[in-house]
């Protein structure tokens, strides 16, 4: 959406509404952000993937329209610190790494839970709910219900029949042809492909790459 069809925008559903999202920092997920902030929301965004992010979409996200926590080179022992203090409460001391905008970010977040340990807990009372598209993601929100840590709506869009019968079915067939040839300027005819797991997505792996004149061999621990 250009910035002249952002301004024809005359009904704003969301605004006052305060969105955040995590997905890939790309040219896509950049028209994504445009569309919500023209209809009226606040929105601030993070990568759900370091290797997957586009220096000059995340640059043109936060000059344009959000506030964006993702940077081209983040690395392994800053999203690491994120999974030891979900096991541990307990943030790495700022002085133990060398890089400086993760001193500054394990600093702010340091600071302000000794100010308020409660801060995160507090905020579920204006979170009107999440929503999830990733199996895993889904898998790890039905465990939080389960042991009482889920502390807001969540909403599953992983098995809904658009996502299942149509991204996962046909989504994958255009996009892993696309990346393996992309990353490998291969021909993929001739070649043997092992598809790991046959659900939909196994499904329509397999299809697209014997379509493309591969030697397909699926394994799964239970084909029915």
Known sequence: MSHGM???????PFKGANITGSLHM???????IGTLTALGAEVRWWSCNIFSIQHHMAAAIARNFASVFS???ETLEEVKAKEIYEKTRKLPDPASTGNTKFQIVLTITR????ADPKKYHKMKEILVGVSEETTTGVKRLYQMQE?????FPAINVNDSITNRKF???YGCRHSLLDGLMRATDVMIAGKVAVVCSYGDVGNGCAATLKQAGACVIVTDIDLY
């Open 147 to 151: 042991n009482g840590t889920l502390l």
């Open 6 to 12: 952002m301004e024809d925008v005359l009904i704003q």
């Open 111 to 114: 600071d302000g839970l000794k």
């Open 26 to 32: 790309t040219i896509q997920t950049i028209v994504l």
């Open 71 to 73: 940077w081209k080179g």
């Open 167 to 169: 991204d996962d079915l």
